[in-house]
């Protein structure tokens, strides 16, 4: 891994654990969280795990490396209080039920992603992948229409979708990308549609499915996400 890399990395997760120093509850890092939309420790999976896509092909050490990402990430939990709190402590630290499956649905687009990072022949239709969409799919459905076209789920949305295999999964994927309502946030969904489509071979300019292998494409990725 490049010393430029390296450092942005590194700087990044410098700015998170400000961010958890400064928070007047440390034990309820959610409260500060909801300030990016997501939990912080998973931003900076991101971060980190984007900055690596751009290593491949992976040397020794960031194979490691991606492990230990994806370790992490599978370990991630919303932090809580002990069981034996009052119950208004326990209900004060408890994240809204919203906010718990946005990150939930992060989890798994992190998991995605690092999984075809560390092999990139994994296609949609292999069994990992089709065990993280049904995971996704199942949270995603407990969210009102009203929420799922909320920008903070852009990003896990159109990870997530290019796994999609089924027709029910693909429509769960575009209904909130094709709604004409606006909503606070970034992000272009129209273009978001059209990154869907050509991923599964269904859009007028592409001549097969990308699936998983779009992850891996600056070109194509930097057209929904810069």
Excluded at 49 to 60: E, H, K, V, Y
Excluded at 161 to 186: D, K, N
Excluded at 197 to 212: F, H, I, P, T, V
Aim: glycine residues 4%; proline residues 4%; aromatic residues 8%.
């Amino acid at each position: 891994m490049g010393n430029a890399t390296k450092r942005a990395r590194d700087h990044i997760s410098k700015l998170f654990m400000l961010l958890k120093r400064a928070s007047g509850d440390t034990e309820n890092m959610w409260k500060s969280s909801a300030l990016i939309g997501i939990c912080q420790t998973l931003f900076d999976a991101i971060f980190r795990i984007s900055l690596l896509r751009r290593q491949l092909p992976l040397t020794d050490f960031d194979q490691l490396y991606a492990q230990e990402l994806k370790e992490n990430v599978l370990q991630w939990r919303w932090d809580s209080t002990e069981e034996n709190a009052p119950e208004y402590r326990r209900q004060d630290s408890r994240p809204p039920d919203a906010m718990v499956r946005t990150g939930h649905m992060y989890q798994l687009a992190c998991l995605l992603l690092v999984e075809k990072i560390l092999a990139p022949d994994l296609a949609a239709h292999h069994q990992v992948p089709r065990n993280l969409i049904v995971q996704f799919c199942h949270i995603f459905r407990q969210l009102s229409p009203e929420l799922a076209k909320h920008s903070v789920h852009l990003w896990p949305l159109l990870i997530m979708g290019t796994a999609a295999q089924t027709r029910s999964e693909r429509e769960l994927f575009l209904a909130p990308l094709q709604s004409h309502q606006t909503t606070p946030g970034f992000g272009n969904r129209h273009q978001g549609c059209t990154f869907l489509m050509r991923c599964w071979g269904l859009s007028k300019s592409s001549d097969e499915a990308l699936g998983l292998d779009v992850l891996l494409r600056d070109d194509l990725l930097c057209e929904i996400f810069i």
